[in-house]
């Protein structure tokens, strides 16, 4: 049995799913170039094959993995890599999160301590216009910060 072509496989993939070979390797980190190179590739890392998959929502399993002996991959090594990916996505998303939350926590303790001079400056008379209001206490970039 001749053995599979995992370049060609995957660019078979990219075509049935008509994804633009530039817009997936700027989604996977990768040059254009760097990409197409690893596409030219007969043998290619489970890894990146598992990420192009989630990339172009396409399952290779079916492309990859056989029943008989000859079969390119191990379907538990393929699980293993999905498994490995997910999990290294999921610690990524904790990271973000965390630092959001710190993020919140500084932003509240700052409004507590302006909110607190500005209710000294209230009792001894002084004004605070509501654009001096507006520029001290903006509103953080929350879409930025969830993209």
Not at 16 to 42: D, G, H, P, Q, V
Request: hydrophobic share 40%.
């Amino acid at each position: 049995m001749e053995s599979v072509h995992h370049g060609e496989i995957c660019k078979k993939a990219i075509t049935k799913k008509e994804f633009s070979y530039k817009n997936i390797a700027i989604k996977m980190s990768l040059s254009t170039s760097s990409f197409y190179a690893r596409l030219r590739k007969k043998k290619l890392p489970l890894s990146f094959i598992v990420k192009l998959g989630k990339v172009i929502q396409y399952d290779f399993r079916r492309d990859l993995i056989d029943n008989d002996k000859n079969s390119t991959v191990n379907i538990s090594c393929f699980e293993r890599v999905v498994h490995r990916e997910e999990m290294m996505e999921l610690k990524k998303k904790k990271r973000i999160i965390s630092k959001y939350i710190d993020l919140l926590e500084k932003y509240n303790i700052l409004l507590d301590a302006l909110m607190a001079l500005l209710s000294e400056g209230n009792k001894r008379g002084s004004f605070v216009s509501d654009e001096t209001l507006d520029k001290l206490l903006p509103l953080p970039p929350w879409q930025d910060i969830l993209d």
